[in-house]
């Protein structure tokens, strides 16, 4: 795109004697000369072309001349530059038109090796201060877009913490002792736990949602309320429950133009009797001697959102717990995360911290849990949601 340059002089001779000068110039599309007669003729073609670059401007012109010009050019372009083209180049001409902000002053009759190699100076200023322009405003653009995205993350955060059961509910639980734990990552993956009780069973939940940021933590707060909202309405029937609860879901996702989906587990509590649906990480069971078992849930359900109906993918299965066991769930922000070589923390660690520290209180083992996986991360980035949900039979 050529550098345009506005000539702004009353002389009907400078146009023909510019063209010629600068033919070369102009042809090969490296300059465009656009051409006025006066101030007021200056700033009609300014307001109509706002790619204009410099000015080259007489000072004695009719109606307005190159000092108003330069006045109006300070205030309202000034990105543009100008010189001034003029035979009264007495050090009161210079001294007023630099003060107005020209960039040079020439004095005619012009020298057109002067006039050629000031132009190309003063386009090289005009480019480096839109360049600078650019930058600044490039890293505006930058830093509201960091503050919308912190801001976004911030919401997604509060969301996933208002949602979380209270100790005070977990303390309600009958015949469980209960202790959970989610800790949002930097960039806010999307975890879900829940533990609700209706009309003597528990419906216990943990989901993670594909992706990070408000979008995660807007499908966190359908699915929590999707669930409450089943239980409340006494569906018991599992197939029923997570095939409602998907396709509303879905028919979201679908209206929201929103590719994420969920892994999503869930548990009945009745009596000492879990009974588990829906595809998540496996389930940890551990019993009162220590000994664990392993569920694998990757049969028992299929991922929420993904498809419409998923009714056929639903199946069930049944633990019995006796005094002292119980059951870890997680979600794979503490399997996967990373130390600073990025080894993996991984599911055998998991396991033997649970074994060594299962004849404790389920709020130790909790924070024995923790204490390992935030040593093992150490100063690595937290790229994940950390959950944990233990419950262990009175």
């Avoid at 050629?116 to 480096?128: A, P």
């Amino acid at each position: 795109m050529p550098a345009k340059i506005l000539v702004v002089d009353d002389e009907p001779d400078l146009e023909p004697l510019i063209r010629q000068k600068f033919r070369k110039k102009i042809r090969q599309k490296e300059l465009q000369f656009i051409f006025a007669c006066n101030g007021v003729d200056a700033l009609e073609k300014l307001s109509s072309d706002s790619d204009i670059d410099m000015v080259l401007t007489d000072i004695n012109m009719p109606q307005m001349d190159g000092l108003a010009l330069l006045m109006k050019l300070a205030a309202d372009y000034p990105v543009i530059k100008a010189v001034i083209l003029s035979a009264y180049g007495d050090m009161d001409n210079i001294r007023a038109a630099m003060n107005l902000g020209a960039f040079d002053f020439l004095t005619k009759p012009i020298n057109f090796q002067d006039l050629e190699i000031t132009t190309y100076k003063t386009l090289q200023h005009v480019q480096q201060i839109k360049q600078a322009l650019a930058q600044e405003n490039y890293l505006k653009r930058l830093e509201a877009e960091n503050l919308r995205l912190s801001t976004e993350l911030d919401i997604t955060r509060r969301l996933q913490q208002m949602l979380l059961p209270t100790e005070t509910e977990l303390r309600q639980i009958q015949g469980l002792d209960i202790a959970g734990y989610m800790q949002p990552a930097d960039e806010v993956g999307g975890d879900y736990y829940d533990v609700l009780e209706h009309n003597g069973t528990v419906k216990i939940g943990i989901g993670d949602i594909t992706g990070h940021g408000l979008e995660s933590g807007v499908l966190m707060l359908m699915v929590q309320t999707a669930v409450r909202t089943l239980l409340i309405n006494n569906e018991t029937n599992a197939v029923n429950f997570l095939s409602t609860l998907n396709q509303t879901i879905y028919q979201n996702l679908q209206r929201m133009g929103c590719d994420k989906n969920l892994s999503l587990a869930l548990i009945d509590y009745h009596q000492g009797v879990l009974t588990v649906s829906g595809q998540h990480e496996q389930m940890i069971v551990l019993r009162s001697n220590g000994t664990i078992e392993r569920i694998d849930t990757i049969d028992l359900g299929f991922p929420i959102g993904l498809a419409e109906t998923i009714a056929e993918f639903v199946a069930e299965a049944t633990v019995q717990l006796y005094p002292g066991d119980g059951v870890v769930l997680y979600t794979d922000g503490i399997t996967e995360a990373e130390d600073i070589n990025g080894v993996q923390y991984g599911l055998e660690r998991l396991c033997e911290v649970l074994r060594t520290n299962w004849h404790s209180s389920v709020c130790e083992i909790r924070q024995a849990v923790i204490d390992q996986v935030w040593q093992h991360i150490g100063e690595q980035k937290v790229h994940d949601d950390i959950t944990l949900l233990i419950l262990k039979q009175q």
